[in-house]
Nanobody, 122 residues
Framework: QVQLVESGGGLVQAGGSLRLSCAASGSIFKVNGVGWYRQAPGKQRELVAGITSSGWTNYADSVKGRFAISRDNAKNTVYLQMNSLKPEDTADYYC????????????????WGQGTQVTVSS
């Protein structure tokens, strides 16, 4: 069993910062690519930022220069540092990961966390 648990969401004023964490636990051999997604009320879920196992990153245009994704492989944890937050960043944030669960099984399996809410007030 593998679990992804997000934390770090909350209420912040516009211009403020938050750091989200996504911790993977359970039967894990290797965490491969990880993405942070968000879903605002009435909108589709969208990719915010992604990071590969080797550390290559990509960002949605709307967050470039404000958000930074990073990972600590020793802790199986991925972070999303969010600076200069705007009211339009308000959403539920989810992490998604491709995980190899056993050294003898090269397949990866895709997992979602339960989400953490971010609210940015104007």
């Amino acid at each position: 069993q593998v679990q992804l648990v997000e934390s770090g969401g909350g209420l912040v004023q516009a211009g403020g910062s938050l750091r989200l964490s996504c911790a993977a636990s359970g039967s894990i051999f290797k965490v491969n690519g990880v993405g942070w997604y968000r879903q605002a009320p009435g909108k589709q879920r969208e990719l915010v930022a992604g990071i590969t196992s080797s550390g290559w990153t990509n960002y949605a245009d709307s967050v470039k220069g404000r958000f930074a994704i990073s990972r600590d492989n020793a802790k199986n944890t991925v972070y999303l540092q969010m600076n200069s937050l705007k009211p339009e960043d308000t959403a539920d944030y989810y992490c998604n990961a491709d995980i190899q669960t056993a050294v003898a099984d090269a397949r990866t399996y895709n997992y979602w966390g339960q989400g953490t809410q971010v609210t940015v007030s104007s």
